[in-house]
């Protein structure tokens, strides 16, 4: 019983310590205000959110990707990022945001010229086919 009062006196003490940082990025020593977690030399980071190593990871992370954003929109060099992480240094191929090594491997499809039917023989029908249609007229049936 004696030992738990001791280890809560001793709980009691640590949390009166002040939280707050000190300019060399240390503990404060001093003893925190009556209800509250900071000394009266730190009361202005109790108001200020405690920014984590993670949390400035990712607003320094945020802020280089909105800048390299900004960047694409007035430069003619490739969108893509190599996997050293950095911006391809190739120019864009034509209207494509990519140069020709990383534009999207999906090709336009091309324009149907040729009815696509085959004839009772076994050979590809060589009619056209209709406007916007893959068959001619005598097999648009199917």
Request: aromatic share 2%.
């Amino acid at each position: 019983m004696v030992m738990v009062a001791v280890a809560l006196a001793a709980v009691m003490a640590m949390a009166a310590q002040c939280e707050g940082k000190t300019q060399k990025g240390e503990r404060c020593k001093r003893e925190a205000a009556e209800g509250s977690k900071f000394c009266i030399g730190h009361a202005d980071q109790a108001k200020k959110p405690v920014k984590t190593e993670a949390k400035e990871k990712a607003a320094a992370k945020q802020k280089t990707e909105q800048k390299a954003d900004a960047e694409q929109k007035t430069d003619d060099t490739c969108w893509a990022v190599t996997e050293a992480g950095t911006r391809c240094k190739h120019k864009r191929d034509g209207e494509s945001d990519y140069c020709k090594q990383h534009a999207p491997s999906v090709k336009p499809s091309k324009p149907v010229t040729q009815c696509r039917a085959m004839t009772a023989d076994g050979k590809q029908c060589s009619r056209k086919p209709e406007e916007g249609k893959r068959y001619c007229k005598q097999h648009g049936a199917k």
